[in-house]
């Protein structure tokens, strides 16, 4: 697949200290959240592959792109999360779509869970699940290796030893490739400490259970960063489960790799939201 590197008519904006890609419409705005190594440029062959009239907004959560950096020095989702309710409240948006890739997916879901009349739908896309790591516990090892291993060797060879791992079979996807070890190589090293710490400290089977908005998981049936049975675990918890997902061909960049399959997925819960 080549993936797209411009979409007609997104423009960058700037709100509650938050950078982001626009592609004006109408309707229930779709808000998008990258995942941990990524920025929103990952949703661009998405916000292509939606419908044309459709309002999509993909943010870069802070401390990514030119975004601020959160107060806290150990942020959880849940501050994401506020963040986005800030977001959200400066561009006057009060009923949205919502939709989170990996990590993203438990900022999503904690704002769901804490806001559940602001979200029309959900979508989980390759759902990072957390590692329930409680305030003031030390990281878990896997997951203090990856601060480590970022500072030590810089963001660009980070993206080069890291990145293949996310695409299904890199070598035929060339352009999905350089754009995620683009996305990994553009990474701000603090901005990404604080993304770890709120990964370790995410629950989002927790926050599922608290969800009463419609919503739809997919995933990579390749996916050997958040594998299906993380999918499968976060859909079985959903109080209002829409439909589980798994894209062939596709591994952790799935919004990338099929871009066709996830806004099919996403244009099913914009018909809910405007029904």
Not at 72 to 101: E, M, N, R, V, W
Not at 178 to 184: F, L, S, T
Not at 188 to 203: I, P, R, S, T
Request: aromatic share 6%; glycine share 8%.
């Amino acid at each position: 697949m080549n993936a797209p590197t411009t979409v007609a008519r997104a423009t960058p904006g700037f709100a509650a200290g938050i950078a982001f890609l626009r592609r004006s419409g109408r309707g229930v705005p779709i808000v998008l959240l990258h995942g941990i190594g990524s920025n929103a440029q990952s949703f661009v062959p998405l916000i292509g592959a939606l419908p044309e009239d459709a309002d999509i907004i993909a943010w870069n959560a802070p401390g990514y792109a030119n975004s601020e950096m959160l107060a806290p020095s150990k942020p959880a989702p849940c501050d994401y999360a506020a963040a986005l309710t800030q977001f959200l409240d400066a561009l006057a948006l009060k009923h949205i779509i919502l939709g989170g890739h990996s990590l993203g997916c438990l900022f999503a879901g904690s704002f769901t869970a804490q806001n559940p009349s602001r979200v029309a739908a959900l979508a989980l896309l390759s759902p990072a699940l957390g590692y329930r790591v409680a305030p003031g516990e030390p990281l878990p090892p896997a997951v203090q290796a990856r601060i480590d291993e970022i500072e030590a060797l810089g963001p660009q060879a980070f993206a080069d030893k890291r990145a293949a791992r996310l695409v299904n079979g890199p070598e035929r996807k060339p352009l999905v490739f350089a754009a995620v070890r683009d996305g990994m190589a553009a990474v701000n090293v603090a901005g990404y400490a604080h993304a770890v710490n709120a990964l370790a400290a995410g629950d989002l089977i927790a926050d599922c259970a608290r969800i009463t908005a419609p919503t739809v998981v997919a995933i990579g049936a390749k996916d050997v960063i958040t594998p299906p049975a993380n999918g499968r675990a976060a859909y079985g918890a959903l109080p209002n489960a829409l439909g589980y997902h798994e894209i062939a061909d596709a591994g952790h960049a799935l919004p990338l790799e099929n871009p066709a399959a996830v806004a099919s997925h996403i244009t099913q819960l914009i018909e809910l939201a405007h029904d």
